[in-house]
């Protein structure tokens, strides 16, 4: 069996026995579970992350992920590529715990997916400062003075979180070969169009802040990107984190947070 779930950023309770126990369904050794971005274990190279990978790998279950905005991509890019189940991956831990990359196809369980993480940051009113800018002792303390949320760039803000060119193409290259035909699409964020239609959604069921909060974030090129996607794709269902809700948009698009589904 596959499970879906959204962003973690590091918390792990919803894996623990008291919560898994408290579900409908139990996962066993032979189930996959995919996290649609913002894992958060490949954050830092400390005992954090050390504890964590030991008590993930213990799970009775193997856990895929995709990249989401979150995520310390120089760390990641330490992992080699390796081929599994037909595409690109990263083995954070050998067969247990594995970076599905962007624009791949896997073949799991009978079911095709193609998978596509990344996304923009979007708590950066503050700015994204640099270490190495003569100036950052002194943008630092203008951003601590603001209160405005801000990123330093290889501490918790990463380029690398929106796809080159080269992935995206990659992607439609590999979707050309099946004649754009899979079972599941997961990625991080949605396209463009998308991302307006949950807006209106959570505005229609009175979360008013939350879809404020989507409705001020400019479109990327991953959203232009996913919007071409749209319109040749054929599948059965799109899943997404990074929206912090658990919410089915209509019958092919379902956001995910906590749930796991």
């Known amino acids: 069996m596959i499970y879906m779930t959204g962003d973690c950023h590091g918390e792990f309770g919803r894996f623990s026995k008291r919560q898994r126990m408290r579900q409908s369904f ?3 050794q032979n189930d996959f ?17 050390v504890y964590n990978k030991k008590w993930l790998s213990a799970l009775p279950f193997t856990i895929l992920w995709v990249q989401g905005n979150h995520e310390n991509y120089d760390m990641i890019a ?9 595409g690109k991956t990263r083995h954070i831990v050998k067969d247990k715990i594995i970076l599905l990359e962007r624009g791949q196809i896997f073949e799991i369980e009978g079911k095709r997916f193609f998978t596509f993480g990344g996304a923009s940051t979007h708590d950066i009113q503050g700015g994204i400062l640099d270490r190495a800018s003569p100036s950052y002792e002194k943008d630092r303390r203008r951003a601590n003075k603001s209160g405005l949320p801000y990123r330093v760039r290889g501490v918790s803000w990463w380029e690398q979180e ?40 959570l505005s229609a069921n009175g979360m008013n802040k939350l879809a404020d909060k989507i409705g001020a974030r400019q479109k990327d090129s991953l959203n232009d990107y996913f919007d071409v996607l749209e319109e040749r794709l054929q599948y059965r269902q799109w899943f997404c984190g990074h929206y912090h809700v658990n919410r089915k948009i209509d019958a ?7 749930d796991i589904v």
């Open 26 to 28: 139990v996962i066993t």
């Open 78 to 86: 330490q992992y080699p590529i390796e081929m599994w189940h037909g």
């Open 162 to 201: 929106l796809p080159s060119v080269e992935e995206m193409q990659e992607g439609t290259d590999n979707l050309e070969k099946i004649n754009y035909c899979v079972d599941f699409v997961v990625t991080h964020c949605l396209s463009g169009k998308m991302q307006d239609k949950l807006q209106s959604v």
């Open 33 to 49: 579970v995919i996290i649609c971005g913002d894992m958060g274990l490949v954050w830092a190279d400390d005992r954090e992350f």
């Open 252 to 258: 092919k698009h379902t956001v995910l947070y906590e």
